[in-house]
């Protein structure tokens, strides 16, 4: 079923209910969502016994069934309507034509296009989440909102999924098991949305970072390194500065505006242009793995999904435009090979046009929009347009991938751009000598490295598959007798490139195995007595199935095929 029409009726129901306990609370905006809907506040800081009366109050107005009626009305008419309510006459100033439309339900009245359900009774059940704090219509410089989220369903077996699902979720918080793993810190001194990676993060950031190295190296790019910051001269020449300036960094030296790189397309123009290019060289490919930093607005940052300083595998392509459709077809391939291959995750496809907010010429986007549609049609890929969410400079394919939850996650984004070339006047000579333009593809496979690796930890739960695990196996001596056998097996393990610790602690065996297990450990090997002896180890794996008489030679061999082929 589409929910999106169930959800914005059950948001009005949530204003209304609001309404009748609070009077003075002024409305803001209340739509649906990805999952749910939420309605926003002013003039109330919601507590927890707040929502309960609230989500009371709107079982009552459902039991009610008051009908959902549709209106249109004069501006002045909606003006005198909703004299007490400021921000609805912000909302209603620009909006454009003489005519708006509002709904009814019951005694409450809310300025809105719709459309909505026949009556509030077709509302089965419904339960509010949670309140955020969120600036008005986003903007900082806004009054501060009170955002009640809330989910509703036809169904009860609906909604007590979706409510196990988002106990599991919090399970696997990425922050709390971030904490618990050791992975990451966010420290108020250093600020927020600035994340530091621990040793264990580091190593998962390593392993994200060799896979793609492999991935580059399988598709002939070749990587460089840019500098951070860069006068903004170059930022206005890429477009960045117009169309994206709120969300960088600015800083003057000596009269001389600079900015933090939020964008590394800019940089690796610099190095194609850096000498002559024939047709025979392209298509030129670089790749990157390069820290931006971009302004976000502080209640949307949340740990590593969100953030200001984000590490991205960038890569740009320099083609022709007879190349487009191949080069294309490679990373469409190559996406899908990681993300489903490696991370047997399910995966849609996006194909994202021409934005509000633009550079460019209509022509140049229906070409370049073209371009897209067509690689995609010819593979036979699967697509759902998005109008209006490409990049500013160009269309976008997006790949979503399903984790284990069942949550959809942007991940991957393939972009054509025939306008950065425009703006910095590439070249290369043709076959028959005259000078032509080539077409650039920005490509980034997982994106940001931070969002990515906070997506995996949910993912996996933190219990990642042995080639992207921390720490791949602990070493667990009985007693202290077993810990020079113990030591000599963990040097054997370390000497082959395996990540493995040694608990050489004097605790019990049952405790050190349950602390292996809390940090998610793959394996175990435990030496005891026996184990020397017969120059042998018992392996235990997540699961707490046992193996003994094991052979280390043989485990180590098992071991490092598992992590080779990147097996789940």
């Given at each position: 079923?589409?929910?999106?029409?169930?959800?914005?009726?059950?948001?009005?129901?949530?204003?209304?209910?609001?309404?009748?306990?609070?009077?003075?609370?002024?409305?803001?905006?209340?739509?649906?969502?990805?999952?749910?809907?939420?309605?926003?506040?002013?003039?109330?800081?919601?507590?927890?016994?707040?929502?309960?009366?609230?989500?009371?109050?709107?079982?009552?107005?459902?039991?009610?069934?008051?009908?959902?009626?549709?209106?249109?009305?004069?501006?002045?008419?909606?003006?005198?309507?909703?004299?007490?309510?400021?921000?609805?006459?912000?909302?209603?100033?620009?909006?454009?034509?003489?005519?708006?439309?509002?709904?009814?339900?019951?005694?409450f009245v809310d300025l809105c296009k719709g459309p909505h359900l026949r009556s509030a009774g077709e509302i089965k059940?419904?339960?509010?989440?949670?309140?955020?704090?969120?600036?008005?219509?986003?903007?900082?410089?806004?009054?501060?909102?009170?955002?009640?989220?809330?989910?509703?369903?036809?169904?009860?077996?609906?909604?007590?999924?979706?409510?196990?699902?988002?106990?599991?979720?919090?399970?696997?918080?990425?922050?709390?098991?971030?904490?618990?793993?050791?992975?990451?810190?966010?420290?108020?001194?250093?600020?927020?949305?600035?994340?530091?990676?621990?040793?264990?993060?580091?190593?998962?950031?390593?392993?994200?970072?060799?896979?793609?190295?492999?991935?580059?190296?399988?598709?002939?790019?070749?990587?460089?390194?840019?500098?951070?910051?860069?006068?903004?001269?170059?930022?206005?020449?890429?477009?960045?500065?117009?169309?994206?300036?709120?969300?960088?960094?600015?800083?003057?030296?000596?009269?001389?505006?600079?900015?933090?790189?939020?964008?590394?397309?800019?940089?690796?123009?610099?190095?194609?242009?850096?000498?002559?290019?024939?047709?025979?060289?392209?298509?030129?490919?670089?790749?990157?793995?390069?820290?931006?930093?971009?302004?976000?607005?502080?209640?949307?940052?949340?740990?590593?999904?969100?953030?200001?300083?984000?590490?991205?595998?960038?890569?740009?392509?320099?083609?022709?435009?007879?190349?487009?459709?191949?080069?294309?077809?490679?990373?469409?391939?190559?996406?899908?090979?990681?993300?489903?291959?490696?991370?047997?995750?399910?995966?849609?496809?996006?194909?994202?046009?021409?934005?509000?907010?633009?550079?460019?010429?209509?022509?140049?986007?229906?070409?370049?929009?073209?371009?897209?549609?067509?690689?995609?049609?010819?593979?036979?890929?699967?697509?759902?347009?998005?109008?209006?969410?490409?990049?500013?400079?160009?269309?976008?394919?997006?790949?979503?991938?399903?984790?284990?939850?069942?949550?959809?996650?942007?991940?991957?984004?393939?972009?054509?751009?025939?306008?950065?070339?425009?703006?910095?006047?590439?070249?290369?000579?043709?076959?028959?000598?005259?000078?032509?333009?080539?077409?650039?593809?920005?490509?980034?496979?997982?994106?940001?490295?931070?969002?990515?690796?906070?997506?995996?930890?949910?993912?996996?739960?933190?219990?990642?598959?042995?080639?992207?695990?921390?720490?791949?196996?602990?070493?667990?001596?009985?007693?202290?007798?077993?810990?020079?056998?113990?030591?000599?097996?963990?040097?054997?393990?370390?000497?082959?490139?395996?990540?493995?610790?040694?608990?050489?602690?004097?605790?019990?065996?049952?405790?050190?195995?349950?602390?292996?297990?809390?940090?998610?450990?793959?394996?175990?090997?435990?030496?005891?007595?026996?184990?020397?002896?017969?120059?042998?180890?018992?392996?235990?794996?997540?699961?707490?199935?046992?193996?003994?008489?094991?052979?280390?030679?043989?485990?180590?061999?098992?071991?490092?095929?598992?992590?080779?082929?990147?097996?789940?």
């Amino acid at each position: 079923m589409d929910y999106e029409v169930y959800w914005h009726s059950s948001a009005h129901v949530l204003a209304a209910a609001v309404k009748r306990l609070w009077p003075d609370v002024k409305l803001g905006i209340g739509p649906a969502i990805e999952k749910g809907f939420y309605y926003e506040f002013y003039g109330r800081t919601f507590s927890k016994e707040d929502l309960e009366r609230i989500e009371e109050e709107m079982r009552k107005i459902i039991k009610e069934d008051p009908k959902f009626i549709r209106k249109e009305i004069s501006k002045k008419e909606a003006e005198k309507l909703f004299k007490d309510e400021p921000f609805k006459l912000e909302l209603l100033r620009k909006m454009e034509g003489e005519k708006v439309s509002i709904y009814e339900t019951g005694d409450f009245v809310d300025l809105c296009k719709g459309p909505h359900l026949r009556s509030a009774g077709e509302i089965k059940h419904v339960k509010l989440l949670r309140v955020n704090a969120a600036y008005w219509l986003g903007d900082e410089k806004n009054p501060m909102m009170q955002r009640i989220y809330g989910i509703s369903f036809k169904t009860k077996k609906e909604m007590e999924e979706f409510l196990r699902m988002l106990e599991e979720a919090e399970k696997r918080d990425h922050r709390k098991i971030g904490k618990q793993l050791d992975l990451f810190g966010l420290y108020e001194l250093v600020g927020p949305g600035l994340p530091i990676l621990h040793p264990k993060g580091m190593t998962i950031r390593k392993e994200l970072v060799k896979l793609m190295r492999e991935v580059n190296d399988r598709l002939d790019f070749q990587e460089v390194y840019t500098p951070h910051v860069a006068k903004c001269e170059l930022w206005r020449r890429s477009g960045h500065y117009e169309a994206y300036k709120e969300n960088m960094f600015i800083f003057k030296v000596n009269k001389e505006e600079w900015g933090i790189k939020a964008m590394n397309c800019p940089f690796h123009i610099q190095v194609y242009k850096s000498r002559a290019r024939s047709y025979r060289d392209l298509p030129v490919r670089y790749s990157e793995f390069a820290t931006v930093y971009r302004r976000e607005k502080s209640g949307e940052l949340s740990g590593l999904l969100r953030v200001i300083s984000l590490t991205q595998d960038d890569h740009h392509i320099f083609a022709r435009e007879d190349q487009i459709k191949e080069e294309v077809e490679k990373l469409v391939r190559a996406s899908i090979d990681v993300l489903k291959g490696i991370f047997k995750m399910r995966v849609k496809v996006k194909l994202s046009t021409k934005p509000e907010k633009h550079i460019g010429s209509d022509e140049i986007w229906e070409k370049a929009t073209n371009a897209l549609k067509s690689c995609l049609e010819e593979m036979k890929v699967e697509y759902e347009l998005k109008e209006g969410e490409g990049a500013f400079y160009g269309p976008k394919i997006d790949f979503d991938a399903m984790d284990s939850l069942g949550r959809w996650w942007q991940l991957t984004t393939i972009q054509l751009d025939f306008f950065m070339p425009q703006r910095f006047e590439l070249e290369y000579v043709d076959k028959d000598g005259s000078k032509r333009r080539p077409v650039m593809i920005h490509w980034a496979l997982l994106g940001s490295l931070e969002r990515f690796m906070g997506v995996m930890i949910e993912h996996y739960a933190g219990k990642f598959p042995l080639w992207l695990s921390p720490v791949q196996v602990r070493v667990l001596p009985i007693t202290d007798r077993n810990v020079n056998y113990g030591r000599k097996v963990w040097g054997r393990l370390k000497s082959k490139g395996i990540r493995a610790e040694l608990d050489d602690s004097r605790n019990t065996l049952q405790y050190k195995i349950r602390e292996a297990q809390l940090q998610k450990i793959p394996y175990m090997v435990i030496v005891g007595d026996k184990e020397e002896k017969g120059k042998s180890i018992a392996v235990r794996d997540r699961s707490g199935k046992t193996k003994y008489g094991i052979k280390l030679n043989d485990f180590i061999k098992d071991l490092l095929k598992k992590i080779e082929e990147r097996s789940v």
